[in-house]
């Protein structure tokens, strides 16, 4: 993603990106990960407080958009947070919110 939105592929991306966080639920498992390294399924499940089946749902969206990023380890799956999509999309969002208060 780049730090300015110019084509339609970028506004997909965006939009995409939005689309996976736009979810109080998504939005506290983002936050949960950031906190640790990485967790298993089970941890963001005892945060959460959510049936396991819900979390794994969720997880897979954000897995799907490349935000968080998904390891097997051992029996675990393992999740954490992928810094360089997440300061990709600051950045696109940064520059799309941007556009709007130069008022272009």
Same mark, same amino acid.
Do not use: W
């Given at each position: 993603m780049m730090n300015s939105i110019e084509s339609q592929s970028d506004y997909q991306l965006l939009a995409r990106d939005l689309a996976a966080l736009a979810h109080p639920v998504r939005l506290?498992?983002?936050? &949960?990960l @950031?906190? %640790?390294?990485? =967790? =298993?399924? #089970?941890?963001? *499940? &005892?945060? *959460?407080? $959510?049936?396991?089946? @819900?979390?794994?749902? &969720? $997880? #897979?969206?954000?897995?799907?958009?490349? $935000?968080?990023? /998904?390891?097997?380890?051992?029996?675990?799956?393992? /999740? %954490? *947070?992928?810094?360089?999509r997440m300061k990709a999309l600051s950045a696109a969002f940064v520059a799309y919110a941007g556009d709007f208060c130069n008022g272009t």
């Open positions: 506290q498992i983002m936050r &949960h @950031t906190e %640790r390294a990485a =967790c =298993c399924n #089970k941890d963001v *499940v &005892h945060r *959460v407080g $959510l049936a396991q089946s @819900t979390v794994s749902q &969720h $997880l #897979k969206v954000l897995v799907d958009s490349g $935000l968080v990023i /998904y390891a097997q380890d051992a029996q675990r799956s393992r /999740y %954490r *947070v992928n810094p360089e």
